[in-house]
């Protein structure tokens, strides 16, 4: 499985866009890439998955390279409630075995 | 919709002893997994399943055991508790195939602390 690297934190304020870089340099041909967010006491939750170019929902948007060694993640307007360890994912789909990085801490300030 | 439930929610054993983390899930997923989480921490995944009768080790096996008879429940079970093993456990299920959305879900965690 391909190994990612991320920011171990950041900082921002509310309103504000905060973008999140993740390298995957080994990224598989098969591999898809997927965020998920920890609060604190809980466990992650799903944001957002993508392969190739840009994805976007409700939450969040996923921008990824034509040559897929990276990705970032953009949060808009973030609040207070926004503060969560953020982590990067690079798996093929359809697979139970997901290794989980250290993490980006987000903290948001008022 | 109940989603992924493990119990208990907080656990204390002494050294030596043994337990079994439950953890079951309704959504009728093939795959499910067992992470631990370490403070400050990411999680480590410990063993996972892709269907009934099938599991397989994951980065930190040592010490755990599980068995999945049924789709719906993975249990995880410490033979002999040590203090290492004092960590926040979680439980996830997910989709074998079909959609492309391939989201793991998560239970809420068990609390282990091994005295």
Known sequence: ?110 | NAGVTQTPKFQVLKTGQSMTLQCAQDMNHEYMSWYRQDPGMGLRLIHYSVGAGITDQGEVPNGYNVSRSTTEDFPLRLLSAAPSQTSVYFCASSYRSGALNTEAFFGQGTRLTVV
């Open chain 1, 1 to 110: 499985l391909a190994k990612t690297t991320q920011p171990i934190s950041m900082d921002s304020y509310e309103g504000q866009e905060v973008n999140i870089t993740c390298s995957h340099n080994n990224i598989a041909t098969n591999d898809y890439i997927t965020w998920y967010q920890q609060f604190p006491s809980q466990g992650p939750r799903f944001i957002i998955q993508g392969y190739k170019t840009k994805v976007t929902n409700e939450v969040a948007s996923l921008f990824i390279p034509a040559d897929r060694k990276s990705s970032t993640l953009s949060l808009p307007r973030v609040s207070l409630s926004d503060t969560a360890v953020y982590y990067c994912l690079v798996a093929p789909p359809h697979t139970g075995k997901l290794i989980f990085g250290q993490g980006t801490t987000l903290q948001v300030k008022p």
